[in-house]
Nanobody
Framework: QVQLVESGGGLVQAGGSLRLSCAASGRTFSNYAMGWFRQAPGKEREFVAA????????YYGDSVKGRFTISRDNAKNTVSLQMNSLKPEDTAVYYCAANYRIGVLLTRPSEYDYWGQGTQVTVSS
């Protein structure tokens, strides 16, 4: 089992940048596929980015491709989301997610077993 704690959210102007971090507990973090999702009020949870257990493969949602970068540090049990060129439509609660799967990319919420509590990102115009 793994516990996830997100940090790094906040208020930023359009065009700015934020870096989200997710700290994971447990000794086998390197065996977990990780992902970031977001949910705006009244909308369904949306896939943002995924990274494979070893970090060699990444995948992004169309709305963030070219602006966001997911990375992980298995030695520190962390996964990060660097968000650049932020837009007001990026405003949402951002969630970190994990599942014990080696070498794959997971892009649907139903594929993840563990979730953080979320961190709010607000982009002003």
């Amino acid at each position: 089992q793994v516990q996830l704690v997100e940090s790094g959210g906040g208020l930023v102007q359009a065009g700015g940048s934020l870096r989200l971090s997710c700290a994971a507990s447990g000794r086998t973090f390197s065996n977990y596929a990780m992902g970031w999702f977001r949910q705006a009020p009244g909308k369904e949870r949306e896939f943002v980015a995924a990274i494979s257990s070893g970090g060699g493969r990444t995948y992004y949602g169309d709305s963030v491709k070219g602006r966001f970068t997911i990375s992980r540090d298995n030695a520190k049990n962390t996964v990060s989301l660097q968000m650049n060129s932020l837009k007001p439509e990026d405003t949402a609660v951002y969630y970190c997610a994990a599942n014990y799967r080696i070498g794959v990319l997971l892009t649907r919420p139903s594929e993840y077993d563990y979730w953080g509590q979320g961190t709010q990102v607000t982009v002003s115009s």
